[in-house]
């Protein structure tokens, strides 16, 4: 968010404060649920990257990563994973086509894009790729 641009976490209170250019409240208290979800992505995002932190596999899943988030939020979480791409290889399962497009098109990594459609109880998706 524009006012309050940064994320404080402390861990052994297991609070996390929004940080504007003249106060710093908590998150909870100021902002609505998009805004929770990108501050959860964020942080998972963070954790994931971290060398000392994460996982030493060199891959991360995200399932419906986009929820609750608008276009400029999508935007901005398209351009964070395409930094993740630096280390770590990353797989995306998303209902949200919008976001499907938008890392299809913005995403500048070699990809592989799978697309499931007209699924039916009796024969599953329809798999194409492209």
Known sequence: RLDYPSLEIDVTKFEVMAVGDKDRVEALRVFNLGDMNCAAISIFLALAGSEEIS????????????????????????????????????????????????????????????????????????????
């Open 55 to 130: 996982h030493k596999l060199g891959f991360l899943m995200l399932d419906d990563p986009s929820q609750s988030l608008d276009r400029w939020q999508k935007e901005r979480l398209v351009r964070v994973l395409q930094e993740v791409l630096e280390k770590k290889q990353l797989v995306v399962a998303t209902m949200d086509a919008e976001l499907g497009e938008m890392l299809e098109n913005q995403i500048t990594k070699r990809k592989i894009v799978w697309w499931l459609k007209d699924w039916s109880p009796e024969e599953g998706p329809v798999i194409s790729r492209s």
